[in-house]
């Protein structure tokens, strides 16, 4: 049997029958829906304190950090220690119940580095309870003619300064000429006011020494609250003072103080009592830090007459 040879249309229909597809495929592929992009995966608000995923932080962490940071500061503020105000102070004649003394005159210089001197007060004790250092800084405060700035000068060392103040110009003429002599470098002399005794404000010092002067200040409160705001936290006052208690001390009664009359004024100005040493001939000697200071406390010891 014969095999049957498919008919194949004409080329006219073969041709309408292409065009019949096409159209057929296009016409489905409009009617089909269009592909749905993924959803971005759903994200969880900022919370208030936290960075975003993108790394930036919400206003919200923002205020919070602004808080935390404004209180630390109020803390360490408050930490510090605080000035008090410097007091509006006329010339007094008068303190606490104290008269006060005049200061004594460049003319009266050469008494103060009498021969005997050491003798009466036995000053070269005294100076060994200054506690004095190789390069500290020291203020000489009524220096003088440098009877004690010259000493200081030499066991500081290069590496030390001695602010010398004096109100009067005399008086550091001649210390100028004592320092000179001895070839020291390391001692700044300083002309002072009444109520200021113009101490570098970007020093704080180790050590103040007051020697036979702080009776004579015609502004206590002023030079108190100077002195104050140049200590460093452990720096200290050392107070030299003749004996009123003693009778026996051979000073006129106003360049005299007692205990209990030194004690009154420092605590009054934002002192404290931190060191005493009562073996001396004549006079107190006593070391004052600031009331915030590290240093401890003490309480002084009453005067018993030898």
């Given at each position: 049997?014969?095999?049957?040879?498919p008919?194949?249309?004409?080329?006219?229909?073969?041709?309408?029958?292409l065009?019949?597809?096409?159209?057929?495929?296009?016409?489905?592929?409009?009617?089909?829906?269009?592909?749905?992009?993924?959803?971005?995966?759903?994200?969880?608000?900022?919370?208030a304190?936290?960075?975003?995923?993108?790394?930036?932080?919400?206003?919200?962490?923002?205020?919070?950090?602004?808080?935390?940071?404004a209180?630390?500061?109020a803390?360490?503020?408050?930490s510090?220690?605080?000035?008090?105000?410097k007091?509006?102070?006329?010339?007094?004649?008068?303190?606490?119940?104290r008269?006060?003394?005049?200061?004594?005159?460049?003319?009266?210089?050469?008494?103060?580095?009498?021969?005997?001197?050491?003798?009466?007060e036995?000053?070269?004790?005294a100076?060994k309870?200054?506690?004095?250092?190789?390069?500290m800084?020291?203020c000489?405060?009524?220096?003088?003619?440098?009877?004690w700035?010259?000493?200081?000068?030499?066991d500081?060392?290069?590496?030390?300064?001695?602010?010398?103040?004096?109100?009067?110009?005399?008086?550091?003429?001649?210390?100028?000429?004592?320092?000179?002599g001895?070839e020291?470098t390391?001692v700044t002399?300083i002309?002072g006011?009444?109520?200021?005794?113009?101490?570098?404000?970007?020093?704080?010092?180790?050590?103040?020494?007051?020697?036979?002067?702080?009776?004579?200040?015609?502004?206590?409160?002023?030079?108190?609250?100077?002195?104050?705001?140049?200590?460093?936290?452990?720096?200290?006052?050392a107070?030299?003072?003749?004996r009123?208690?003693?009778?026996?001390v051979?000073?006129?009664?106003?360049h005299?103080?007692?205990?209990a009359?030194?004690?009154?004024?420092?605590?009054?100005?934002?002192f404290?009592?931190?060191?005493?040493?009562?073996?001396?001939?004549?006079?107190?000697?006593?070391?004052?830090?600031?009331?915030?200071?590290?240093?401890?406390?003490?309480?002084?010891?009453?005067?018993?007459?030898k």
């Amino acid at each position: 049997m014969s095999k049957r040879t498919p008919r194949r249309l004409p080329p006219f229909l073969q041709r309408v029958a292409l065009g019949v597809w096409v159209c057929t495929l296009a016409t489905a592929s409009l009617a089909a829906p269009p592909a749905t992009a993924p959803a971005p995966p759903t994200q969880a608000p900022p919370v208030a304190g936290q960075p975003t995923d993108d790394g930036l932080t919400t206003p919200e962490a923002l205020a919070t950090a602004d808080a935390a940071r404004a209180a630390a500061q109020a803390a360490d503020d408050a930490s510090q220690p605080q000035e008090r105000p410097k007091p509006i102070e006329e010339p007094r004649t008068e303190y606490l119940g104290r008269t006060l003394a005049e200061p004594m005159s460049h003319l009266g210089a050469a008494w103060l580095v009498r021969a005997e001197r050491d003798l009466e007060e036995n000053a070269s004790r005294a100076f060994k309870q200054l506690g004095l250092k190789p390069g500290m800084k020291v203020c000489d405060l009524g220096c003088g003619n440098g009877y004690w700035t010259l000493p200081i000068a030499r066991d500081l060392g290069a590496e030390g300064r001695v602010y010398a103040v004096d109100i009067q110009v005399e008086m550091l003429q001649q210390l100028k000429a004592r320092v000179a002599g001895r070839e020291l470098t390391n001692v700044t002399p300083i002309l002072g006011d009444v109520d200021n005794p113009r101490l570098p404000e970007d020093v704080k010092l180790d050590l103040i020494l007051q020697v036979d002067v702080y009776h004579e200040f015609s502004h206590p409160q002023s030079m108190l609250w100077e002195m104050r705001r140049s200590l460093a936290p452990e720096g200290v006052i050392a107070l030299l003072e003749y004996r009123e208690e003693d009778p026996n001390v051979p000073i006129k009664p106003l360049h005299k103080m007692s205990k209990a009359q030194i004690m009154k004024e420092y605590q009054a100005n934002g002192f404290k009592l931190v060191r005493e040493y009562n073996e001396l001939p004549w006079q107190h000697l006593m070391f004052f830090a600031r009331d915030d200071s590290p240093l401890p406390e003490i309480l002084p010891e009453p005067f018993v007459p030898k």
